[in-house]
């Protein structure tokens, strides 16, 4: 029923900036919060960045505490992550997930999330 689409990655050289989006459709959008989550071989899924439902909360992981930046435009049931001073080591599958609560918080917490996007590939070259 809830449907994520990400958008948005690429190749980009390190220093630059890119912009992921995701796309929800389903019901009831502002209920769900909101979060980014990065994949690498080798590596565990890691939670970057994280919104609550109205936009008025946002969490970070350290990695990208500074760089990267969530947000929420809820009339266009839309997640973007925007994304600059990147670096090679934020080359991973990058997927966005939602979460239905009644709370306006924000979480890192991979296991609080239940549907997730297809992801969009994030390269950075040195």
């Known amino acids: 029923q809830v449907q994520l689409v990400e958008s948005g990655g690429g190749l980009v050289q390190a220093g630059g900036s890119l912009r992921l989006s995701c796309a929800y459709s389903?019901?009831?959008?502002?209920?769900?919060?909101m979060a980014w989550f990065r994949q690498t071989p080798g590596k565990e899924r890691e939670c970057v960045a994280a919104?609550?439902?109205?936009?008025?909360?946002?969490i970070y992981a350290d990695a990208v505490k500074g760089r990267f930046t969530i947000s929420r435009d809820n009339a266009k049931n839309t997640v973007y992550l925007q994304m600059n001073s990147l670096k090679p080591e934020d080359t991973a599958v990058y997927c966005c997930?939602?979460?239905?609560?009644?709370?306006?918080?924000?979480?890192?917490?991979?296991?609080?999330?239940?549907?997730w996007g297809q992801g969009t590939q994030v390269t950075v070259s040195s």
């Open positions: 389903g019901r009831t959008f502002t209920m769900y919060r």
């Open positions: 997930a939602a979460d239905w609560t009644y709370t306006e918080l924000a979480t890192l917490g991979r296991r609080e999330y239940d549907y």
């Open positions: 919104i609550s439902r109205s936009g008025i909360n946002t």
